[in-house]
């Protein structure tokens, strides 16, 4: 008498195991994509020799700043002309229009004895050494929309606090040059010699 489970058995084999679908919801962290590490490394490089020469020669040079205005200029007007719907449209253009808010006052304003005076000087640095930074993300939104929509808070916040734990400690090295640094070490790279560089021995 043939067993009625074990035809059963036969006539439907042994498939892989099912697994239910859980109640409980699934924990996936989200971390920086590869187009977000090459901005933040890019932003890296571009802000370093600003932090430096402030921390070295107490002054930013005028090309910094300016090529600052001309990149910022340049997405301004790619931002303006655009079409594409974009909720972050006029911040960024607020942003980005920074620079040559600084180039006019400067022309005009450049070494007034009253507040604009300090003023201008300040929004120049800050132009410099935050300008480079923002224009390069800004840009890299323009280039690739979908940019920094996978990346959280929390990983926004860490990149940005890179930056500028490398722009502080570039300030600090342009600030204590002279114990790695000799002015020869200036001169030859086309650079001027910095108050207080070390003689060569």
């Keep these: 008498m043939m067993n009625p489970v074990r035809d059963i058995r036969r006539t439907f084999p042994k498939g892989p195991a099912v697994t239910l679908p859980s109640d409980e919801p699934e924990t996936t962290?989200?971390?920086p994509s590869r187009p977000t590490a090459v901005v933040?490394?890019?932003?890296?490089?571009?802000?370093?020799?600003?932090?430096?020469?402030?921390?070295?020669?107490?002054?930013?040079?005028?090309?910094?700043?300016?090529?600052?205005?001309?990149?910022?200029?340049?997405?301004?007007?790619?931002?303006l002309i655009r079409r594409q719907e974009d909720r972050h449209r006029l911040a960024k253009a607020a942003a980005?229009?920074?620079?040559s808010l600084?180039?006019?006052?400067?022309?005009?304003?450049?070494?007034?004895?009253?507040?604009?005076?300090p003023l201008v000087d300040t929004l120049g640095g800050t132009v410099a050494i935050l300008g480079i930074p923002a224009t390069i993300?800004?840009?890299?939104?323009?280039?690739?929309?979908e940019f920094g929509e996978d990346l959280p808070l929390k990983w926004r916040i860490i990149v940005v606090a890179a930056v500028l734990a490398i722009a502080a400690t570039c300030f600090l090295l342009g600030r204590n040059h002279a114990a790695f640094l000799t002015c020869e070490d200036f001169t030859i790279?086309?650079?001027?010699?910095?108050?207080?560089?070390?003689?060569?021995l």
Excluded: H, Y
Aim: include cysteine; aromatic fraction near 16%; glycine fraction near 10%.
């Design 29 to 31: 962290v989200r971390k």
């Design 40 to 79: 933040a490394v890019g932003m890296s490089i571009a802000v370093w020799w600003p932090s430096f020469t402030l921390g070295a020669w107490g002054v930013l040079f005028f090309e910094q700043i300016l090529s600052v205005w001309a990149a910022a200029t340049a997405a301004l007007l790619v931002v």
């Design 96 to 99: 980005l229009s920074v620079p």
């Design 102 to 117: 600084w180039l006019v006052l400067a022309i005009f304003f450049k070494g007034d004895r009253g507040f604009l005076g």
């Design 137 to 145: 993300w800004v840009l890299a939104r323009i280039i690739w929309p």
């Design 189 to 200: 790279s086309g650079n001027s010699a910095p108050p207080g560089c070390a003689p060569r």
